[in-house]
C-alpha cells in the first residue's frame, strides 16, 4: 500500500485547519448572536456575554412569540417564498431552456441572451420601479412582492449554462420519438438537473425570506408585512406600542433592551434557512460547478 509523502501530509493538516477556521468563523457569530439573545438585560448591555448566555432568559423570545403580528407576518413570509420561488423557478426553466440551443435550432438566440444579460449591469432604478409597480395595480399585495423580480438573470444563466452541458443525444432522441419541447424540458432535461435546481431554489428561497425593503416600499398595510420587513420595524415601533400594553408584558420589557430583542429577531429571522439548508447542501457544490463551466 502507497504510504502518502510527508508533503501531502502537511497539506491534509493545513487543510483541516483551514477549513475549521473557515468553519467557526460562519458558527461562532451565530452562536454569539444566540447567547445575547437568551441573556439578561443588563448582561447584554454591558458586554458581558460571549459564547454563553449570562442571566438565561427567554424573555426576547416571549416578547416576540406572544405578538399576533409575529406569527401573521411569518405565515406572508411561507407563502412569498412559495409563492414566489415556483414562479422565479418556472421561468428560468422556460427561459433557460430555449437559450441553451444552438444558434443553428434557435435563430435569434444571441440577440435574446444580450437582452436578458444587460439587465444584469443596468437597472431602471428605484423610482421607475415603483410606478410600473403602482400602474399594473399590485401594490400593497403579495404579488409586489413577488413579480418584480420575477425571474432572476444570473440564476437562469446558471440554468442555461447546466442545459447545454447535457448530452445532445437525448434532446435528439426524444424528438426523433416524437417529443415536443415541453415534453423534453419537463421528462428530459429537468429530471436530471436536480443538482442545478437545488442550488438555483436555494438561492431564490434565501433571496426571498431575506428581502425586507421592497416590503416597505409596496406595502401599504404594516399587517401585510412579510417577517424581514416586521422585524425591521419591530424596534421603532416599541415605544409606541408601550403604551398599550399590560402589566405583564411591562414586567417582560424590563427585562429586555434593544440589543437582545433585535438578536432575537435575527436569529428566528435565520433560522427557517438555517434548516433547509442541509437539505439542499449536498447539491449545492455540484450545482455550482456544473452550472457556472461551460465546455
Do not use: C
Not at 436536480?194 to 406595502?219: C, E, K, Q, R
Amino acid at each position: 500500500m502507497h504510504k502518502p509523502s510527508i508533503s501531502r501530509k502537511l497539506f491534509v493538516v493545513f487543510n483541516t485547519l483551514l477549513l475549521t477556521a473557515i468553519t467557526l468563523l460562519g458558527i461562532i457569530p451565530f452562536i454569539h448572536l444566540l447567547s445575547i439573545s437568551l441573556s439578561s438585560n443588563t448582561a447584554a448591555m454591558a458586554g458581558e456575554v460571549k459564547l454563553w448566555p449570562v442571566g438565561f432568559s427567554l424573555d426576547a423570545y416571549q416578547y416576540l412569540g406572544e405578538k399576533v403580528e409575529f406569527f401573521r407576518s411569518l405565515w406572508v413570509s411561507v407563502q412569498r417564498v412559495v409563492l414566489g420561488t415556483v414562479v422565479n423557478m418556472l421561468l428560468v426553466f422556460i427561459t433557460a431552456f430555449p437559450l441553451a440551443k444552438s444558434n443553428h435550432q434557435f435563430k435569434f438566440r444571441t440577440p435574446y441572451v444580450w437582452f436578458f444579460a444587460i439587465t444584469m449591469f443596468f437597472g431602471g432604478g428605484l423610482i421607475p420601479t415603483y410606478i410600473i409597480v403602482k400602474d399594473t395595480g399590485i401594490i400593497d399585495s403579495i404579488w409586489a412582492l413577488v413579480l418584480p423580480g420575477a425571474l432572476n438573470v444570473w440564476n437562469m444563466v446558471l440554468m442555461l449554462n447546466f442545459f447545454r452541458s447535457i448530452p445532445r443525444e437525448l434532446d435528439e432522441a426524444a424528438t426523433i420519438d416524437g417529443a415536443g419541447h415541453w415534453r423534453v424540458l419537463w421528462q428530459i432535461y429537468l429530471p436530471v438537473s436536480l443538482p442545478s435546481i437545488a442550488t438555483i431554489g436555494l438561492f431564490t428561497i434565501v433571496g426571498h425570506w431575506n428581502s425586507w425593503f421592497d416590503g416597505i416600499l409596496y406595502l401599504n398595510s404594516p399587517e401585510k408585512y412579510p417577517l424581514q420587513t416586521y422585524l425591521s420595524t419591530l424596534i421603532m415601533s416599541i415605544n409606541a406600542q408601550m403604551s398599550s400594553m399590560s402589566i405583564e408584558q411591562l414586567k417582560v420589557m424590563d427585562n429586555l433592551s434593544e440589543k437582545t430583542l433585535r438578536n432575537a429577531q435575527i436569529f428566528m429571522g435565520a433560522l427557517p434557512i438555517m434548516l433547509v439548508y442541509p437539505f439542499l447542501q449536498k447539491y449545492f457544490v455540484k450545482g455550482m460547478t456544473v452550472g457556472s463551466v461551460k465546455e
